[in-house]
């Protein structure tokens, strides 16, 4: 038992400050940019999605086809069920 407690710690200690150089690389990575959601421009979101919720385009066009990046924002408590996307 304490040669566990012993291999298990000595993992932590090795393990948390290589994990944590890992986060900081990974922070930024090369190319990315970052937007803060109040930079994004909110508009209502289509009636399939709860009330009062909203949503902003980050790139495409949902309407066309190809790829399309949408982030969503929701009021608290709101309840997104299960579906699909047919396509």
Same mark, same amino acid.
């Given at each position: 038992?304490?040669?566990?407690?012993? +291999? +298990?710690?000595?993992?932590?200690?090795?393990?948390?400050?290589? +994990?944590?150089?890992? &986060?900081?690389?990974?922070?930024?990575?090369?190319? +990315? #940019?970052? #937007?803060?959601?109040?930079?994004?421009?909110?508009?209502? &979101?289509?009636?399939?999605?709860?009330?009062?919720?909203?949503?902003?385009? /980050?790139?495409?066009?949902?309407?066309?086809?190809?790829?399309?990046? /949408?982030? #969503?924002?929701?009021?608290?408590? &709101?309840?997104?069920?299960?579906?699909?996307?047919?396509?």
């Amino acid at each position: 038992m304490g040669l566990r407690l012993l +291999a +298990a710690g000595l993992g932590l200690g090795l393990g948390l400050p290589m +994990a944590s150089s890992l &986060a900081q690389a990974a922070d930024v990575p090369s190319g +990315a #940019i970052r #937007i803060h959601a109040d930079q994004l421009a909110w508009t209502p &979101a289509p009636p399939s999605l709860p009330a009062g919720a909203e949503v902003a385009l /980050l790139e495409g066009d949902p309407r066309g086809p190809g790829l399309f990046t /949408l982030r #969503i924002r929701v009021p608290a408590g &709101a309840r997104l069920m299960p579906h699909t996307h047919p396509r």
